[in-house]
């Protein structure tokens, strides 16, 4: 009985230095891509002795700044880390090489790492070395923190996640929605997670907020959609500072008038791929080319190209949405839904005195009409 409390203690122990390493690696939101996030906690005698988490790729791992600030005291400590510690030579050498040498006694991870170069070899390393190894603790918790990581590695795509705005009567929403417009909101955190946000051309008028406002956010690639280079000439240029691409078709526009084009939006520092046919499968590769492992397709309502559809209903039907993200507004977009052009926030019809509850998996938001 003593033995099985004592077992009791340990796991929640364990589960909680764990969470401690799932905070530590989220620091690096949005700025390891390709690599996944990692924290790394050491522990002696129920003290903290060493922290540390991957900051970017091409930097040390997680282990190597918990294995510097414990300096000796890592003989005989319990290393926690979120990920399995790799047992390859990247950009930076094995973190398993380093953990034996360190003495270590005892390692908890959170999960394997998917990586075929590492898959399990690094807990082999650690557990022929004699040192006692735990796989699996708050592994959800971190198999989410690496979705995007574990997507990529098992299926060499990006990982596509699809949003948009819900009015209350079931339509798309051009603007963003009262919730996301507002600085530090939900919209500007998924910004700063993702490699690459594509949106179509309309949406740079209408909305241009591509920008995270996250404190030391990395900023994401951003692509934006069109059928005509003229459509991107006349947007504001705040949304072209900064690195962008287009990845645009040219269609009915004449050749000459294309290169033109092309070159004005070069000079305002605008990257511009041509697509042969603007498909998704298309748009994908290119962003997966760039580096962009994780790709928001940001659907921004009507739109004159009838680009929209495009990153709404039709990437559901083609298959490539791992993850959708719906926000509901507790507006009523009532004539304006089957309208031509943009619906701005304006043309609203805003509810009053809102509250929202989740009723099992529903949500449910109730409102009023205002007087
Ligand atoms: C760890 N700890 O903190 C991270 C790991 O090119 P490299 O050397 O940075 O290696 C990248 C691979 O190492 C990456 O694909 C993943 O398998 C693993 N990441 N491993 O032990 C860490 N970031
Ligand atoms: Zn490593």
Same mark, same amino acid.
């Given at each position: 009985?003593?033995?099985?409390?004592?077992?009791? /203690?340990?796991?929640?122990?364990?589960?909680?230095?764990?969470?401690? !390493?799932?905070?530590?690696?989220?620091?690096?939101?949005?700025?390891?891509?390709?690599?996944?996030?990692? %924290?790394?906690?050491?522990?002696?005698?129920?003290?903290? *002795?060493?922290?540390?988490?991957?900051?970017?790729?091409?930097?040390?791992?997680?282990?190597?700044?918990?294995?510097?600030?414990? %300096?000796?005291?890592?003989?005989?400590?319990?290393? #926690?880390?979120?990920? /399995?510690? !790799?047992?390859?030579?990247?950009?930076?050498?094995?973190?398993?090489?380093?953990?034996?040498?360190?003495?270590?006694?005892?390692?908890?991870?959170?999960?394997?790492?998917? $990586?075929?170069?590492?898959?399990? &070899?690094?807990?082999?390393?650690?557990?022929?070395?004699?040192? @006692?190894?735990?796989?699996?603790? /708050? @592994?959800?918790? !971190?198999? $989410?923190? $690496?979705?995007?990581?574990?997507?990529?590695?098992?299926?060499?795509?990006?990982?596509?996640?699809?949003?948009?705005?819900?009015?209350?009567?079931?339509?798309?929403?051009?603007?963003?929605?009262?919730?996301?417009?507002?600085?530090? &909101?939900? #919209?500007?955190?998924?910004?700063?997670?993702?490699?690459?946000?594509?949106?179509?051309?309309?949406?740079? #008028?209408?909305?241009?907020?591509?920008? &995270?406002?996250?404190?030391?956010?990395?900023?994401?690639?951003?692509?934006?959609?069109?059928?005509?280079?003229?459509?991107?000439?006349?947007?504001?240029?705040?949304?072209?500072?900064?690195?962008?691409?287009?990845?645009?078709?040219?269609?009915?526009?004449?050749?000459?008038?294309?290169?033109?084009?092309?070159?004005?939006?070069?000079?305002?520092?605008?990257?511009?791929?041509?697509?042969?046919?603007?498909?998704?499968?298309? =748009?994908?590769? =290119?962003?997966?080319?760039?580096?962009?492992?994780?790709?928001?397709?940001?659907?921004?309502?009507?739109?004159?190209?009838?680009?929209?559809?495009?990153?709404?209903?039709?990437?559901?039907? @083609?298959? *490539?949405?791992?993850?959708?993200?719906?926000?509901? &507004?507790?507006?009523?977009?009532? /004539?304006?839904?089957?309208?031509?052009?943009?619906?701005?926030?304006?043309?609203?019809?805003?509810?009053?005195?809102?509250?929202?509850?989740?009723?099992?998996?529903?949500?449910?938001?109730?409102? #009023?009409?205002?007087?």
């Amino acid at each position: 009985l003593a033995s099985t409390g004592y077992g009791r /203690e340990q796991e929640q122990q364990d589960a909680a230095y764990m969470r401690e !390493c799932v905070e530590l690696a989220r620091q690096a939101i949005g700025h390891t891509s390709p690599n996944p996030m990692v %924290g790394c906690v050491l522990v002696k005698e129920g003290k903290v *002795v060493g922290r540390g988490f991957h900051p970017k790729a091409g930097q040390p791992h997680a282990e190597v700044f918990a294995l510097r600030e414990a %300096g000796e005291l890592a003989e005989n400590a319990t290393a #926690y880390v979120s990920l /399995e510690p !790799c047992n390859h030579f990247g950009r930076t050498p094995p973190c398993s090489a380093a953990l034996v040498r360190s003495r270590v006694k005892r390692v908890v991870v959170g999960m394997i790492d998917p $990586n075929p170069k590492v898959a399990g &070899s690094g807990v082999k390393t650690l557990q022929d070395a004699g040192i @006692e190894v735990v796989v699996g603790v /708050e @592994e959800e918790l !971190c198999r $989410n923190m $690496n979705e995007v990581f574990i997507h990529h590695m098992c299926t060499n795509k990006p990982f596509v996640i699809l949003r948009y705005s819900m009015s209350m009567d079931g339509g798309i929403l051009g603007s963003l929605g009262f919730n996301a417009a507002v600085p530090g &909101s939900s #919209y500007s955190r998924l910004l700063q997670e993702v490699d690459a946000v594509v949106v179509t051309d309309a949406a740079v #008028y209408n909305d241009p907020v591509l920008l &995270s406002s996250e404190p030391n956010a990395k900023q994401p690639l951003r692509v934006i959609l069109a059928r005509f280079l003229f459509s991107l000439l006349a947007a504001p240029t705040m949304v072209l500072a900064d690195q962008s691409a287009w990845v645009t078709n040219y269609q009915s526009t004449s050749m000459q008038d294309g290169k033109a084009m092309e070159h004005r939006l070069q000079a305002r520092g605008v990257d511009v791929v041509m697509l042969e046919d603007l498909s998704l499968e298309q =748009v994908l590769s =290119v962003c997966y080319l760039q580096g962009a492992y994780s790709v928001l397709l940001d659907s921004r309502g009507p739109d004159l190209s009838g680009l929209e559809n495009f990153l709404g209903q039709h990437a559901v039907r @083609e298959d *490539v949405v791992n993850k959708l993200v719906v926000n509901i &507004s507790p507006v009523l977009l009532g /004539e304006n839904r089957t309208g031509p052009g943009f619906c701005l926030a304006d043309d609203l019809l805003k509810l009053e005195r809102v509250s929202t509850r989740v009723s099992g998996r529903d949500v449910i938001i109730e409102g #009023y009409f205002p007087n």
